[in-house]
């Protein structure tokens, strides 16, 4: 049974290929933004979701795999910065105070439509930092493509006092151990018997 990664995204290929199993991926073309009165985990979950069907949809049968994830910060959500001014900005709002990170993730069997979904959680607590260390760390890791304005899986470790979660890859953008959970019922075997 075929399996598509419904992202192109670097970190999400990355973390899939982790675990050992074939994929494809493909973009599903999801426009991402926030509903009015909608929370991060609800949106995360939501565009989750959005995306595994844009690419279930383009197939008869294969299990699809969607994941989005959002950062708040209190009740703010915080995005993808974008450049490098809107990245400072936002790391400075988080220096010194826990952000909490919502990972969706959707599984479709393109075959019959069966669907599961959920979103896991992991909180990073941030380190009191300069001005000159925050310039300094986006400059050098640039993650203007991360919600947070970080790469925890790179220089971006240094900006955290502490992480609290159920697995650290929902951090960077997929939760594997959530997925290594849910594949069985759409009748994918991780670790099989040789």
């Known amino acids: ?5 419904a ?29 009015l009165n909608e929370n991060a985990e609800q949106m995360c979950e ?12 383009r197939h008869d049968n294969g299990i699809i795999i969607g994941s989005d994830q959002a950062a708040s910060l209190g009740n703010k959500i915080l995005g993808k910065p974008g450049n490098q ?4 900005k936002q790391l400075l709002q988080c220096n010194g105070k826990t952000v909490r990170f919502y990972t969706g993730l959707c599984i479709i069997d393109a075959n019959n439509g069966k669907q599961k979904s959920l979103v896991d959680t992991f909180d990073v607590v941030f380190r009191e930092l300069s001005v000159a260390q925050i310039e300094h760390y986006v400059e050098t890791e640039k993650p ?16 955290f006092q502490s992480l609290n979660g159920r697995d650290p890859n929902t951090l960077i953008g997929l939760p594997l151990i959530a ?13 099989q018997n040789h």
């Not at 049974?1 to 990664?5: D, K, V």
């Not at 939501?46 to 949809?57: H, M, N």
């Not at 997925?179 to 670790?191: K, R, S, V």
């Open 85 to 88: 001014a809107n990245a400072v």
């Open 1 to 5: 049974m075929s399996l598509i990664l």
């Open 179 to 191: 997925l290594c959970d849910l594949l069985p019922e759409f009748g994918i075997q991780i670790l």
């Open 7 to 35: 992202s192109t995204s670097v970190y999400r290929k990355s973390l899939l290929e982790k675990i050992g199993l074939k994929f494809d991926f493909e973009s599903p073309n999801v426009d991402e933004y926030s509903l």
């Open 46 to 57: 939501r565009l989750a979701i959005q995306k595994a069907r844009a690419v279930a949809k």
């Open 144 to 159: 203007f493509d991360c919600a947070g304005s970080f790469k925890s899986e790179g220089l971006g470790i240094c900006l």
